[in-house]
Nanobody, 123 residues
Framework: QVQLVESGGGLVQAGGSLRLSCAAS????????MGWFRQAPGKEREFVAA????????NYADSVKGRFTISRDNAKNTVYLQMNSLKSEDTAVYYC????????????????WGQGTQVTVSS
């Protein structure tokens, strides 16, 4: 069983930055694909970014490409999401996810997910 705990959310003005962190339990963190999804009020959960077990491959949604960066530190069992140039449409609850398999943009294909952290961008 893997537990994921997100942190770093909050309120920020448009154009600002936030860095989300996700701390994972378990010894096998370094073998998992990690990712982030988000869900805005009244909208479906959507893929944001994913990173391979080694960190060598990343994947981003078109809506965040060039503004967000996903990274990981396997020694700390932590994955990060650096969010720059934030827009009001980035407002959502952000969820950290983990998978035993490869990167996917489909939430149900991930094995574990956290409780989420709220990000609110004011315009």
């Amino acid at each position: 069983q893997v537990q994921l705990v997100e942190s770093g959310g909050g309120l920020v003005q448009a154009g600002g930055s936030l860095r989300l962190s996700c701390a994972a339990s378990g010894r096998a963190f370094g073998s998992y694909t990690m990712g982030w999804f988000r869900q805005a009020p009244g909208k479906e959960r959507e893929f944001v970014a994913a990173i391979s077990w080694s960190g060598g491959t990343t994947n981003y949604a078109d809506s965040v490409k060039g503004r967000f960066t996903i990274s990981r530190d396997n020694a700390k069992n932590t994955v990060y999401l650096q969010m720059n140039s934030l827009k009001s449409e980035d407002t959502a609850v952000y969820y950290c996810v983990a998978s035993r398999w490869g990167s996917t943009t489909i939430f149900s294909e991930y094995n574990w997910w956290g409780q989420g952290t709220q990000v609110t961008v004011s315009s």
